[in-house]
């Protein structure tokens, strides 16, 4: 059986779902854009927040959905740098909501052996904001499992502006230490090295549900070889079922990080054997 842990909860749409996913071709990691809280609760005539309240049962299905399918990262862009425009009252939601899950979620994140992460500029973010994300990092610091790194007050150039100053304060250091500036080399990896997201795979998989063909401002060095689904279902709609749909669509990609496809390349091989 392939997916046992799964396959027991599971209602018969999504066992049908499960049939046809490979485990070996799954994503290691999944970053999710979770769009449309607002649009939901306005096409049922709700406050916007009541949108954002049903988009966290979205939220906890899907991570716990990846964690049983053994995915290695899963990243939720939860608050952007420019969410602070909207309202005061509709922020302070969105904090209260945060810190709710927080609460009542980390028992089932610890049973799943979940390792909390955030990312983006968490200092200034309200202090009790800033209490609660601590300590659930740190009681969940020794979970092995998959790391669910939660986007919080981030942006990606942010996240670029804030690599180029850690990499320029490191070269400073080793002037003043060694006078060893001349060695001193910057390339992919010391980017990499220096992003929020250090020490996670890039996202193979970038899911945005309801329907807008934007990256905002989200991973940008890392989607650079990202595949991309964007479904026109709101967050608070998105299930299980939706997610695994996305997989499927995935696993039937062709991956080519610019090279050529395989059976392009098949017959370029062929073609040049054939010219001897
Ligand atoms: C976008 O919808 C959604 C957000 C800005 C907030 C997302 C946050 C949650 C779902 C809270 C749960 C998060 C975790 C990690 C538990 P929108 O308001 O931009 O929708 P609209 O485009 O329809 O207006």
């Given at each position: 059986m392939k997916f046992p842990d799964l396959?027991?909860?599971?209602?018969?749409?999504?066992?049908?779902?499960?049939?046809?996913?490979?485990p070996r071709?799954?994503?290691?990691?999944?970053?999710?854009?979770?769009?449309?809280?607002?649009?939901?609760?306005?096409?049922?005539?709700?406050?916007?927040?009541?949108?954002?309240?049903?988009?966290?049962?979205?939220?906890?299905?899907?991570?716990?959905?990846?964690a049983r399918l053994k995915i290695q990262a899963l990243t939720l862009y939860a608050f952007s740098l420019e969410n602070w425009r909207r309202p005061k009252a509709e922020i302070d939601f969105l904090m209260r909501l945060l810190r709710d899950y927080l609460r009542k979620e980390l028992p089932v994140i610890h049973r799943n052996n979940i390792r909390l992460l955030v990312i983006g500029r968490p200092e200034q973010l309200p202090a009790e904001v800033q209490r609660d994300v601590a300590r659930a990092m740190q009681q969940t610091a020794e979970n092995t499992g998959m790391k669910l790194a939660v986007a919080l007050n981030y942006g990606g150039r942010a996240e670029l502006v804030d690599a180029f100053k850690a990499i320029l304060e490191r070269y400073k250091k080793q002037v003043q230490g060694n006078g060893a500036g001349p060695g001193f080399?910057?390339?992919?990896?010391?980017?990499?090295?220096?992003?929020?997201?250090?020490?996670?795979?890039?996202?193979?998989?970038?899911?945005?549900?309801?329907?807008?063909?934007?990256?905002?401002?989200?991973?940008?060095?890392?989607?650079?070889?990202?595949?991309?689904?964007?479904?026109?279902?709101?967050?608070?709609?998105?299930?299980?079922?939706?997610?695994?749909?996305?997989?499927i669509d995935f696993e039937k990609r062709e991956r080519r990080y610019g090279g050529l496809s395989r059976r392009e390349a098949e017959k370029s091989a062929a073609a040049r054997g054939g010219r001897g």
């Open positions: 396959l027991r909860t599971a209602n018969r749409e999504e066992a049908s779902l499960l049939e046809q996913l490979d071709r799954l994503p290691r990691h999944i970053a999710i854009i979770m769009d449309g809280n607002g649009r939901w609760a306005e096409r049922r005539h709700l406050p916007r927040v009541a949108g954002h309240r049903a988009g966290v049962k979205s939220a906890r299905e899907v991570i716990e959905t990846c080399r910057v390339d992919e990896e010391t980017i990499a090295e220096h992003l929020y997201t250090a020490g996670l795979p890039d996202p193979d998989l970038l899911i945005r549900t309801s329907g807008e063909m934007r990256v905002s401002n989200f991973l940008l060095w890392q989607i650079a070889y990202a595949e991309i689904y964007v479904t026109e279902t709101l967050w608070p709609d998105f299930t299980r079922a939706h997610l695994l749909e996305a997989l």
